[in-house]
């Protein structure tokens, strides 16, 4: 069943109930200030950090779901109703939410009075603009009265959520005309304010919650609307509000529009106030002066459309697949710019108080997004290897507005050194800036222990290379990718974290996968090496890569597929040979190991592939190991924590299903590849909306697995790196067009059921226009450039600015 449809043309997703199966979101902003807003007005925005600088509240887990947002409630004639459904949940005669790239547009109808909110975050500003366009669509004047509400959140959204004892006391507002400043702390060591203004006259405001809604009363039915009139209190202490009462007349036909602006402004510390007691309002000023009238507004959302139609021009596709289509062009690089803005901050399902930045996490999510804003995937990778300890180890997490290392986390995943290597690769490849080697980068953010960042590729690579098992593979550490993994925590106590507490401090564990991980990206580190004249490094990189791989096959093979790890006591995980009622086979080194090429020669990737769709693969995707844990195992953690079928215990973690389509591609069955890639990718699920649930426009992170009593359902939308691989995925490997280190390599394999395609590509300034012919999905083309044919699959890079036109036939 679905809930609403594509609109294509204009990069929406159109969602024509309210009711959808779970509140289906959107994202706004992009530089410093982002908000998050559902299919009903519900969610919240912060400036930079969702924890540290919260602007309005929002409840997790609440009853109803969804409570908090940007509401405006319409009095007409004593008819009190919100135009986004929620919160009042009033019966509309038309309703419509279309999300687009950096907007979200909710327009409800009741007794001919239309209401449209535009809510959106303007580039290069630190506020959200909603516009409200009311509309008679009768034939007798209407005089109404419109509400806006918004909750402030005390900034620290942990501490707004669990210190009342102090928060009951101190909020502060002022009011000035039609603006209202939210100005809780800034007496003392805030040099920050919000603001919430409307470019109209007001009847009213309030901004005291209790009096605006009643204190038994909720969203859906609070008294300042329903009396149709404000009450203009001035907040002191518990829940500062922000609510404008607007008196709107309108003859038959007419329309009118109000701009609300709600802002974020930082006072130089000698410049915070006008006289004692009261903000310097200067800079909100301007902030409101640029958003005056309903023209400041269309302007700045042409700013913004452009800014999008910018950014995806570097890779579209023209296929015969609308579905495909939509996910290439549009919502899979939007997710993935939403990764790169929130790594997991942020979401319906992510509270914006718990994780920071990942380091594994953020160097993946760059893989979706370098080609997007090159610039900015610099800045990140220098961040991210700032936190890496001398070692080669790194903090597994940092706090973005500090960009420091967190310590509760603390390091210890040993899979995490690795991926700096790929994400490096991955920017050189995109941009051809070897300069980023040089760079003097920190350890630790010591800026006296400071070394290039070739100099920390290489510390990654060691750091693999010393901490080697028994078996010659790496040390798993706290864990690997699969953060359930926890093979040295032997936990028995609920009140500590599997990852972080490790008791047992012994080298045995070891992980097929991170070994896998090393025979992929080893080869990058060469190569990288072998461009900054370091031949002898290169041939060392090399080397110990082979003996990884001669390791992955004597050790690390099972017979009919990988085996995924040896425990604290050297026995197998992941193996026929584990008792009934524990998992024989885990995806990841499937994926993994052929994907760096592992048995492509002798066989081995066949049958490894071959028992991932015998025993893991499902209706909706595949699942991460089966049969599932039944019981919970302390030498194997969180993993076996889980009930079946849920999360890392065999649910279909979107994630590694793409390490599954581009080993099928390795192999040359690129109709298989293009089979899994249809079974989770979104666009392609909006029919079984009803069971899937969340939005039909982004990826989540798991979908209920066959083991479990909600096979299908998906949970975890948004942040996760299911985004940038599945981009990877369907872009660089089955469409198959990627930067390479000598050109982009053109080598689709996705077989007859996409028979012909253009992609263009811009690439280092160049534009590449590719049409493709396919009539197989071996991944054996021809290619002619130019009008001329090559051998090979790697089209030289060309000039910038110039046109390259490819002929490709793929068989
Ligand atoms: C989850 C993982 C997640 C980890 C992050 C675990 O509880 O199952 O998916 O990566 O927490 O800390
Ligand atoms: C989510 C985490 O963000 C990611 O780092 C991890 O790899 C997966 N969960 C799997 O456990």
Same mark, same amino acid.
């Given at each position: ?17 309210? $009711? ?30 969702? $924890? ?43 309703? %419509? ?18 209401? %449209? ?43 707004? #959520? ?97 701009? +609300?602006?709600? #802002? ?30 309903? %023209? ?43 990764? +790169? ?47 890496? +300890? ?19 986390? &603390? ?11 790929? &994400? ?30 070739? %100099?920390?590729?290489?510390?990654? +690579? ?84 082979? !003996? ?47 994907? /760096?090429?592992?048995?492509? /020669? ?70 298989? /590849?293009?089979?899994?890639? !249809? ?26 697995? $066959? ?13 996760? #790196? ?78 910038? #600015? ?10």
């Amino acid at each position: 069943m679905r809930f609403g449809h594509f609109d294509d043309a204009r990069k929406e997703y159109v969602i024509t109930t309210p $009711k959808t199966p779970y509140p289906w979101i959107n994202y706004l902003g992009s530089e410093q200030f982002f908000g998050l807003v559902s299919h009903q007005g519900g969610g919240y925005c912060f400036y930079r950090d969702a $924890k540290m600088r919260r602007l309005t509240r929002y409840r997790y887990n609440n009853v109803p779901t969804d409570s908090g947002g940007r509401y405006f409630y319409i009095n007409d004639g004593g008819d009190t109703w919100t135009p986004t459904f929620m919160p009042m949940k009033k019966e509309l005669s038309f309703f %419509e939410c279309r999300h687009g790239l950096g907007y979200t547009q909710i327009t409800g109808t009741r007794n001919n009075l239309r209401a %449209e909110v535009l809510y959106f975050v303007p580039l290069g500003q630190t506020a959200e603009v909603h516009q409200v366009t009311l509309k008679n669509e009768g034939s007798t004047p209407k005089s109404v009265k419109l509400f806006s509400f918004i909750e402030f959140c005390l900034w620290n959204a942990h501490d707004d #959520g669990t210190n009342f004892q102090r928060n009951f006391s101190t909020g502060e507002v002022e009011v000035v005309g039609s603006t209202i400043y939210h100005k809780t702390e800034y007496r003392e060591r805030r040099d920050h304010f919000a603001f919430y203004h409307v470019n109209a006259k007001v009847s009213g405001f309030d901004t005291d919650r209790e009096s605006f809604i009643g204190l038994y009363n909720g969203f859906g039915d609070p008294d300042v609307p329903s009396a149709g009139e404000s009450k203009n209190t001035i907040a002191s202490g518990w829940s500062p509000i922000a609510s404008h009462g607007l008196d709107v007349t309108l003859a038959p036909g007419e329309e009118k529009k109000f701009v +609300f602006v709600l #802002g974020y402004v930082e006072n130089p510390r000698a410049e915070k106030w006008e006289k004692p007691g009261i903000i310097n309002k200067q800079r909100a000023q301007q902030l409101i002066a640029a958003f005056s009238s309903a %023209e400041q507004v269309s302007a700045a959302l042409g700013k913004l459309r452009e800014h999008w139609q910018g950014l995806l021009s570097s890779f579209t596709l023209e296929s015969g697949d609308e579905k495909l289509n939509r996910m290439v062009n549009i919502w899979n690089p939007y997710q993935c710019m939403v990764t +790169f803005n929130m790594s997991r901050s942020a979401s319906y399902f992510e509270s914006g108080i718990g994780r920071g930045m990942g380091f594994r996490d953020s160097n993946q999510d760059l893989l979706g997004f370098v080609h997007l804003v090159p610039e900015r995937a610099r800045e990140r990778i220098i961040d991210i290897a700032s936190t890496q +300890f001398a070692d080669g180890s790194a903090y597994h997490q940092y706090q973005p507005l500090t960009k420091r290392g967190n310590n509760e986390v &603390g390091s210890g995943f040993n899979d995490d050194p690795l991926w700096l290597i790929l &994400g490096v690769s991955a920017y050189i490849k995109e941009t051809g800036d070897y300069g980023i080697l040089d760079e003097q980068v920190p350890f630790d953010n010591d800026p006296n222990n400071a070394a290039s960042l070739l %100099e920390h590729l290489k510390r990654s +690579f060691d750091h693999v290379e010393k901490n080697l098992g028994p078996h010659g593979l790496p040390l798993i550490g706290r864990a690997d990718w699969n953060d359930c993994l926890n093979l040295n925590c032997f936990s028995e106590d609920p009140n500590e974290s599997f990852q972080t507490t490790g008791n047992r401090t012994g080298r045995t564990a070891e992980s097929v996968f991170i070994a896998g991980m090393f025979v992929h990206i080893g080869p990058e580190y060469a190569r990288i090496c072998e461009y900054k004249a370091q031949p002898a490094e290169a041939a060392r990189a090399r080397s110990e890569v082979a !003996k990884m791989e001669r390791a992955v096959l004597q050790h690390g093979w099972d017979g009919e597929w990988f085996l995924r790890a040896y425990d604290f006591f050297g026995n197998k995980v992941g193996s026929k040979d584990c008792p009934d009622g524990d998992s024989k086979i885990l995806i990841e080194p499937q994926g993994y190991c052929v994907m /760096a090429g592992i048995g492509v /020669a002798t066989g081995e990737a066949k049958k490894a592939l071959d028992a991932v769709k015998e025993r893991l693969d499902t209706p909706y995707g595949i699942v991460l190991n089966n049969p599932p844990y039944r019981e919970y195992h302390v030498e194997l953690g969180e993993i076996s924590s889980y009930p079946p079928g849920y999360k890392e215990n065999a649910g279909i973690f979107c994630h590694n299903n793409p390490w599954v389509m581009i080993a099928e591609t390795m192999i040359g069955r690129g109709e298989q /590849a293009f089979e899994y890639y !249809k079974k989770i990718a979104p666009a392609y699920l909006e029919d079984i909306s009803e069971i899937h649930r969340t939005e039909p426009y982004v990826y989540s992170q798991m979908i209920a697995g $066959k083991d479990a009593p909600r096979q299908g359902e998906a949970k975890n939308s948004w942040l996760t #790196g299911t985004g940038s691989w599945n981009f990877v995925a369907i872009s660089q490997y089955l469409l198959g067009i990627r930067p390479e280190w000598d050109g982009l390599c053109v080598k689709p394999c996705i077989g007859k059921e996409v028979p012909e395609f253009t992609v263009t590509r811009k690439c280092r300034g160049a534009t590449y226009r590719i049409h493709v012919k396919s009539t197989g999905g071996t991944g054996q083309v021809k290619l002619t450039v130019d009008g001329k044919p090559i051998d090979g699959v790697i089209v030289p890079f060309a000039k910038p #600015g110039s046109t390259v036109h490819i002929e490709c036939e793929a068989s």
